[in-house]
């Protein structure tokens, strides 16, 4: 072969890397020209784009951007942005939040909703929500299992008994709450939480009845449908089907209902319950509008993998990975953020209730063996805790009024200082699973021995 050939083999090769390394690259252009164009289309959609200020507004569309090319290119982990995190720290922070929480409540058993740092000033009686009064004593159960402290036993009963105060029968055996003159399906679902929580560590069954109640409309509200799917209340300000005229249904209350009655069936083993939610499962996974919307999946996946956990049938895990993901594409990807780890476009202390249900996926996939998912969510979990940590007070600020009243709570984001109840009791919560499941630190509370002779008069 000549020279002359040789030398135009190689010129000939050489084109062809050149094109393919200009095509390769004309690809990612046109990729990241494709990403932005959708996030900018896709952004200015949700609900009080116009009133965010223009720095929100770019590191909105930047996290976005990041994010769906995230979902082609995945990052590794960095390892190192989370080094710092061992079960001390976790614990510290759980016990800190949770006396936060002891804190804010009055001697009624109620919680104060909210406490701003800045101003020194607590919310008003009025500025309040049931559901997250019932969301903040299921918190403080979980706890109590990993601390024994009985001061959070206490306390979580304490506002249990607050709740009652909105409790009303629906003869012959049905019961819910209503405040506000609204009664909603989450608002029946979380206080059930709490006594399924109170009735496994303490053996009481001072709740069982009203149990029984609390489930039995749940299934009717599902039965209004005749579809597998619950609805969102039974009454709202005096109209019984506010749904329908308004074109409504949440998205967070069918996860919450679904963990109730998960909790049910293990409890009580009533196959009603696990019935319900495999006709839910059947409506939830047809319908997009709810997998894909990020409210739906936390509670939902926490709710199924329960029922994989007391059945190991494999559809329900399957579900749970399936929602996990797609929960997971919403996490902040880029390790030179100071947002890393955290979720959605507004990064905010709302990352840990996505970590709830993250921690519960993380369970799934460890008992069922799947190491490839394990290792991912583990990481992931990681990442936000990371995130959540930075929003939490852990000693006295002297710029603030009174820095001792701050200690502990969990702020609303890195410019938002108001410390809600809701917030730390999520945080709280994905904290202590990533502690017990992640960590594997036992219990400092073990069940109480089963008693098959609870009170069984109502169906």
């Known amino acids: 072969m000549s020279s002359r050939t040789i030398q135009e083999i190689k010129d000939l090769s050489m084109k062809k890397r050149i094109s393919k390394k200009w095509s390769g690259g004309l690809i990612c252009l046109v990729l990241t020209v494709l990403i932005i ?84 000033r607590f919310s008003e009686a009025h500025d309040d929500n049931f559901l997250r009064q019932a969301g903040t004593g299921f918190s403080l159960m979980m706890v109590y299992e990993l601390t024994g402290d009985p001061r959070y036993l206490n306390s979580s009963k304490q506002n249990l008994q607050h709740l009652q105060k909105f409790l009303k029968n629906l003869p012959p055996d049905k019961a819910y709450y209503l405040y506000n003159q609204k009664a909603k399906l989450g608002g029946i679902s979380l206080p059930m939480l709490t006594m399924l929580k109170l009735r496994e560590f303490t053996g009481s069954q001072e709740y069982d009845i009203l149990l029984k109640k609390l489930a039995n409309m749940i299934l009717t509200l599902q039965e209004q449908y005749q579809t597998g799917q619950y609805k969102s209340t039974y009454v709202y300000r005096g109209d019984y089907e506010y749904e329908k005229k308004k074109g409504w249904e ?96 507004v990064p905010a202390i709302n990352t840990s209730a996505y970590l709830e249900g993250l921690a519960d996926a993380f369970l799934l ?79 400092a509370v073990s069940p109480a021995p089963s008693d098959q002779s609870s009170p069984s008069g109502l169906q």
């Not at 942005?81 to 002891?102: N, R, T």
């Not at 009055?106 to 020194?120: C, L, T």
């Not at 997009?288 to 709710?303: D, H, M, R, V, Y």
């Not at 702020?411 to 904290?431: F, M, P, W």
Request: aromatic share 12%; proline share 7%.
């Open 37 to 120: 164009v959708i996030s900018y289309q896709k952004i200015p959609q949700l609900e009080s784009w116009r009133q965010l200020p223009s720095d929100v507004k770019w590191l909105m569309l930047e996290l976005e951007t990041e994010r769906l090319f995230f979902r082609i290119f995945p990052p590794d982990p960095h390892p190192e942005q989370y080094a710092h995190l061992h079960p001390e720290v976790l614990k510290k922070a759980v016990v800190l939040g949770a006396d936060w929480i002891l804190s804010m409540q009055e001697p009624s058993g109620r919680f104060q909703y909210w406490y701003d740092p800045v101003s020194n």
């Open 250 to 345: 949440s998205k967070i209350y069918p996860g919450e209902a679904m963990l109730a009655l998960a909790g049910m069936y293990q409890a009580f083993q009533d196959p009603r319950y696990k019935n319900s939610i495999d006709q839910a499962l059947g409506f939830y996974a047809k319908n997009a509008e709810f997998e894909n919307s990020q409210a739906f999946l936390p509670w939902t996946i926490s709710a199924f993998t329960s029922l994989y956990l007391q059945t190991r049938e494999a559809h329900y895990a399957k579900y749970v990975i399936k929602l996990t993901n797609l929960m997971l594409r919403e996490q902040n990807l880029d390790h030179k953020d100071k947002v890393y780890g955290s979720f959605h476009g």
């Open 365 to 443: 996939a460890q008992t069922a063996g799947n190491t490839h998912h394990q290792q991912l969510y583990a990481d992931r979990l990681k990442m936000g805790y990371r995130w959540i940590l930075l929003l939490q007070h852990t000693k006295d600020s002297p710029q603030l009024p009174n820095p001792q009243q701050a200690i502990g709570g969990f702020q609303g984001s890195l410019h938002q200082a108001r410390q809600r109840i809701d917030n730390t009791q999520h945080s709280i919560v994905a904290l202590t699973k990533g502690l017990r499941y992640l960590y594997n630190t036992p219990p």
